[in-house]
C-alpha cells in the first residue's frame, strides 16, 4: 500500500511511502486487541484506593448506651459500618493492577488497529518535522493546514522531540508518542494516526 507524504503547510511532497503489507494490510484480530486495550487500560491504574474499615476508624471505644431500657436498637460502638461515619464493609485496599502481556499478543494487536486504520484510510504520513522552539500556535497551524482542526489524533514520531511534544501536549484531543511506544488503545482511540516519515521504517523494523 503507498499513501502521499505531506507537508506540515498541508500540500503533498510529490512522493509516496510504501507501507508494508504484513503490518498495515493483516488481517485485523479482534480478540488480541481486546486483550491489549484491556492490559493497557489496567495498567494505567494506580491502584492506591483505599477505605477505613472499622477497626481503623477513629473512636468507638466506649459503648455508646446501655443494652437494654432505651427502646433502640443495640450498640456496641459507633465505628460500626451502619452508622455515618463508621467504617466500611469491604472497602478498597491498595492492589496492583497490572496485567502481562506477551510479546507475541502485544505484536498482532499493534499491527490489528494499525491495519483497521489503513483499511479505514485513517492513516496520514507527513515529512518529518521540528520547531525551533516549542510553539502550541505553531502545531495548531500545521494541524489546520492538514485538515486536522478539531479531530482527534495520535502523532508518532520517529524519536523524542521534546519541542514537538510540548508544543501539542496542551491541545484537546492531540496525542503526540514515539514509534516504540505505539499501542493498540492509543492508535484505535484517536479518528486519525499521523505518522512521520522516518516513523514508519521505525514502525516496519519494530512490527515486521
Not at 500500500?1 to 507501507?19: A, F, H, P, S
Not at 516549542?134 to 493546514?145: H, I
Amino acid at each position: 500500500m503507498k499513501v502521499d507524504v505531506y507537508k506540515i503547510d498541508g500540500t503533498k511532497t510529490g512522493e509516496q511511502v510504501e507501507l508494508n503489507d504484513s503490518v498495515f494490510g493483516a488481517e485485523p484480530n479482534d480478540h488480541v486487541i481486546y486483550l491489549s486495550v484491556k492490559a493497557y487500560l489496567a495498567n494505567q491504574r494506580q491502584g492506591t484506593h483505599k477505605a477505613k474499615e472499622r477497626n481503623e476508624v477513629r473512636g468507638g471505644g466506649k459503648k455508646p448506651w446501655r443494652q437494654k431500657g432505651r427502646g433502640v436498637a443495640r450498640a456496641g460502638t459507633i465505628r460500626s459500618p451502619l452508622w455515618v461515619g463508621g467504617g466500611r464493609i469491604f472497602g478498597p485496599k491498595p492492589r496492583n493492577y497490572r496485567q502481562k502481556l506477551n510479546k507475541k499478543v502485544s505484536k498482532l494487536a499493534r499491527i490489528s488497529a494499525l491495519s483497521y486504520k489503513a483499511k479505514s484510510e485513517q492513516i496520514m504520513v507527513v515529512d518529518d518535522f521540528n520547531f525551533e522552539a516549542p510553539k502550541t500556535k505553531e502545531f495548531v497551524q500545521m494541524l489546520n493546514a492538514l485538515k486536522l482542526g478539531g479531530k482527534k489524533a495520535l502523532l508518532v514520531t520517529g524519536e523524542y522531540n521534546d519541542n514537538i511534544y510540548r508544543s501539542g501536549r496542551n491541545i484537546e484531543k492531540i496525542r503526540v508518542i514515539e514509534a516504540k511506544d505505539i499501542n493498540a488503545y492509543e492508535v484505535l482511540n484517536n479518528q486519525i494516526v499521523v505518522v512521520q516519515k522516518g516513523a514508519v521504517d521505525k514502525i516496519h523494523g519494530m512490527l515486521n
